[in-house]
């Protein structure tokens, strides 16, 4: 007698003799897997981005998809964190730079070069980023499958970002993942727990591009490997080589029209290198003023220190007064070379420290407050009426007050940050090491916290100059101009203001690196390439003025240049 099979109400509804009989019975129709690989194909990691919002439905869609990826043991690990702040995505976006920098220079020469041309990430550009973050708060020995692969929550994670990747592809969105990070700083950016760490940065957004390859493959920097080379039968081959390794070897509709215009143009994209990188930011700042040549002005700074006692300059304290007197009559280098590149001129006398950094802070918080707040004023004033601001300083001793500042803020020894300075020895650069040391060993002991405000180390061991200098670039993003910085003065202080509004590294361009030795650390952790690499000394905003002389040339260049039909 034959009964009837009990089948469930819930769950499997099939018989083994029925997946017997039909083994395939479990794939979709042809169109649809057609359709699936289509979007496998297709995933790009999108670089260049709309500015157009996302309809949060879609976002929510695209998210679900990403949820329903397999995990180790039910675990679930991953958390979407959806970031739509243009303040948060700015200060993601300095990171990406920083870490850029860092990667192209232990590379050798030619591909660090080639690494510095691509761009590697749309964080600015992209209406929103999702920070893919995974919960490791339980122990591996409580999630199946984790006690022997303690790593499989992470793989998980990376599971879902596919998932949610191929899903965007399917909307018409992009995605692009970026890694260009310290784990530690994206996790501080967007306040996860401890225990919980993040997989990296996806850019979301409509795409601005519609790449038939993958980006690096275009651009020659890898190519994808035939699929016989991965897959090994039985036992790994042997034969196998390594992956190929290249070690040692504004808003967002701003960024993004200034690109359109550029994509008009009778001329390839990024023909001019980092000038056109840089072209695009002042263009982005103008918003919508891309077809008037920006003026610019020369904001020169000088300041005076009481450091100077330490023996730390190879020049009396009086050269600061004889260069503020010969740029009011037009003839200190600074004034000559703002002349030369038709650059408006103004010295701003920011007044002296009244602390000598070791024994005493340079500033009180009153005076430092105060000075920012005037160069505020002045930063502000030359963005309204210019669009490029040139920073220079004058300040016998302030290699040394730079110095600290720069040791004090990226946590570097003295040693890492002093330099030469204008005519020392080795002997003054001993006792500059020393007062650096001394003077940030003091500011640190007296502070008795972790990590202190931009405007307490300010205080502690900056300089009247570097106050000004530090407001004039807030004031100038706050009007939409660039600055434009020129040494290790201007950029420590580029970098200060970077830390009180970290929306200020959109709006600056590095005119130059000096011959001091933390300026490349300052540039690097602020994400700038510098325009010139001359060796210059000069100081009071020679090197920025150059550089704003090229920056209009480029601007030139792209009105002059003809246009394709779109």
Same mark, same amino acid.
């Given at each position: 007698?034959?009964?009837?099979?009990?089948?469930?109400?819930?769950?499997?509804?099939?018989?083994?003799?029925?997946?017997?009989?039909?083994?395939?019975?479990?794939?979709?129709?042809?169109?649809?897997?057609?359709?699936?690989?289509?979007?496998?194909?297709?995933?790009?990691?999108?670089?260049?981005?709309?500015?157009?919002?996302?309809?949060?439905?879609?976002?929510?869609?695209?998210?679900?998809?990403?949820?329903?990826?397999?995990?180790?043991?039910?675990?679930?690990?991953?958390?979407?964190?959806?970031?739509?702040?243009?303040?948060?995505?700015?200060?993601?976006?300095?990171?990406?730079?920083?870490?850029?920098?860092?990667?192209?220079?232990?590379?050798?020469?030619?591909?660090?070069?080639?690494?510095?041309?691509?761009?590697?990430?749309?964080?600015?550009?992209?209406?929103?980023?999702?920070?893919?973050?995974?919960?490791?708060?339980?122990?591996?020995?409580?999630? #199946?499958?984790?006690?022997?692969?303690?790593?499989?929550?992470?793989?998980?994670?990376?599971?879902?970002?596919?998932?949610?990747?191929?899903?965007?592809?399917?909307?018409?969105?992009?995605?692009?993942?970026?890694?260009?990070?310290?784990?530690? =700083?994206?996790?501080?950016?967007?306040?996860?727990?401890?225990?919980?760490?993040?997989?990296?940065?996806?850019?979301?957004?409509?795409?601005?591009?519609?790449?038939?390859?993958?980006? #690096?493959?275009?651009?020659?920097?890898?190519?994808?490997?035939?699929?016989?080379?991965?897959?090994?039968?039985?036992?790994?081959?042997?034969?196998?080589?390594?992956?190929?390794?290249?070690?040692?070897?504004?808003?967002?509709?701003?960024?993004?029209?200034?690109?359109?215009?550029?994509?008009?143009?009778?001329?390839?994209?990024?023909?001019?290198?980092?000038?056109?990188?840089?072209?695009?930011?002042?263009?982005?700042?103008?918003?919508?003023?891309?077809?008037?040549?920006?003026?610019?002005?020369?904001?020169?700074?000088?300041?005076?220190?009481?450091?100077?006692?330490?023996?730390?300059?190879?020049?009396?304290?009086?050269?600061?007064? =004889?260069?503020?007197?010969?740029?009011? $009559?037009?003839?200190?280098?600074?004034?000559?070379?703002?002349?030369?590149?038709?650059?408006?001129?103004?010295?701003?006398?920011?007044?002296?420290?009244?602390?000598?950094?070791?024994?005493?802070?340079?500033?009180?918080?009153?005076? $430092?407050?105060?000075?920012?707040?005037?160069?505020?004023?002045?930063?502000?004033?030359?963005?309204?009426?210019?669009?490029?601001?040139?920073?220079?300083?004058?300040?016998?001793?302030?290699?040394?007050?730079?110095?600290?500042?720069?040791?004090?803020?990226?946590?570097?020894?003295?040693?890492?940050?002093?330099?030469?300075?204008?005519?020392?020895?080795?002997?003054?650069?001993?006792?500059?090491?020393?007062?650096?040391?001394?003077?940030?060993?003091?500011?640190?002991?007296?502070?008795?916290?972790?990590?202190?405000?931009?405007?307490?180390?300010?205080?502690?061991?900056?300089?009247?100059?570097?106050?000004?200098?530090?407001?004039?670039?807030?004031?100038?993003?706050?009007?939409?101009?660039?600055?434009?910085?020129?040494?290790?003065?201007?950029?420590?202080?580029?970098? $200060?203001?970077?830390?009180?509004?970290?929306?200020?590294?959109?709006?600056?361009?590095?005119?130059?690196?000096?011959?001091?030795?933390?300026?490349?650390?300052?540039?690097?952790?602020?994400?700038?390439?510098?325009?010139?690499?001359?060796?210059?000394?000069?100081?009071?905003?020679?090197?920025?003025?150059?550089?704003?002389?090229?920056?209009?040339?480029?601007?030139?260049?792209?009105?002059?240049?003809?246009?394709?039909?779109?």
């Amino acid at each position: 007698m034959t009964w009837n099979r009990p089948v469930p109400l819930l769950g499997d509804q099939t018989s083994a003799a029925e997946r017997a009989a039909e083994v395939e019975g479990w794939a979709f129709p042809q169109t649809a897997r057609e359709t699936f690989y289509d979007v496998v194909a297709a995933r790009r990691d999108v670089r260049r981005f709309r500015p157009d919002p996302v309809d949060p439905e879609t976002v929510r869609r695209v998210l679900a998809a990403a949820h329903m990826a397999p995990s180790v043991g039910h675990s679930q690990p991953w958390r979407f964190i959806v970031v739509s702040d243009p303040a948060t995505r700015d200060r993601a976006a300095r990171m990406a730079d920083e870490q850029r920098l860092r990667q192209a220079r232990q590379m050798d020469p030619e591909a660090g070069r080639r690494l510095l041309d691509l761009q590697l990430e749309g964080i600015r550009e992209a209406p929103l980023g999702v920070v893919v973050a995974c919960d490791r708060r339980t122990a591996a020995a409580g999630v #199946l499958g984790r006690a022997t692969f303690p790593d499989a929550d992470v793989w998980s994670c990376a599971c879902a970002i596919q998932n949610l990747w191929l899903a965007a592809r399917a909307e018409g969105l992009g995605i692009g993942w970026v890694t260009l990070f310290e784990q530690k =700083d994206l996790e501080g950016l967007v306040g996860v727990p401890d225990g919980v760490v993040t997989l990296g940065w996806l850019c979301l957004g409509w795409p601005d591009e519609r790449p038939p390859a993958p980006g #690096l493959e275009r651009a020659g920097w890898s190519r994808r490997q035939p699929v016989e080379d991965v897959i090994f039968a039985e036992r790994w081959s042997v034969t196998t080589p390594a992956p190929p390794s290249h070690l040692r070897a504004p808003q967002n509709d701003a960024v993004v029209g200034a690109r359109d215009h550029a994509d008009v143009l009778l001329s390839p994209p990024g023909s001019l290198g980092l000038l056109d990188r840089y072209v695009d930011r002042v263009e982005a700042a103008m918003q919508g003023r891309a077809h008037h040549t920006p003026t610019g002005r020369l904001l020169l700074v000088a300041g005076r220190h009481p450091v100077t006692a330490h023996g730390v300059s190879a020049y009396r304290d009086s050269v600061t007064e =004889d260069v503020i007197a010969a740029s009011h $009559v037009g003839e200190s280098a600074g004034a000559v070379a703002a002349a030369a590149a038709g650059l408006d001129f103004e010295v701003v006398d920011a007044g002296s420290a009244t602390g000598d950094l070791v024994t005493t802070d340079a500033l009180t918080a009153e005076q $430092v407050s105060s000075l920012i707040e005037r160069g505020r004023r002045r930063g502000a004033d030359a963005g309204q009426e210019h669009r490029l601001v040139a920073l220079g300083e004058v300040g016998i001793g302030n290699t040394t007050v730079a110095a600290a500042l720069a040791a004090a803020l990226l946590d570097l020894s003295a040693a890492e940050v002093v330099g030469l300075g204008a005519g020392a020895d080795t002997t003054m650069v001993r006792r500059k090491t020393e007062v650096v040391e001394a003077a940030v060993a003091r500011m640190r002991a007296g502070s008795g916290e972790d990590r202190l405000l931009p405007e307490q180390v300010l205080a502690a061991v900056g300089g009247p100059e570097f106050c000004v200098l530090a407001g004039a670039v807030l004031g100038a993003a706050s009007t939409g101009a660039v600055s434009v910085l020129d040494g290790l003065a201007t950029s420590v202080a580029a970098l $200060v203001a970077v830390r009180i509004e970290p929306g200020a590294a959109a709006y600056l361009v590095a005119g130059q690196r000096s011959r001091e030795r933390a300026h490349a650390a300052v540039l690097e952790h602020l994400g700038l390439e510098p325009l010139l690499d001359l060796r210059l000394r000069a100081g009071e905003g020679v090197g920025a003025s150059l550089a704003v002389a090229m920056l209009i040339s480029g601007l030139k260049l792209r009105q002059g240049i003809g246009r394709t039909a779109p």
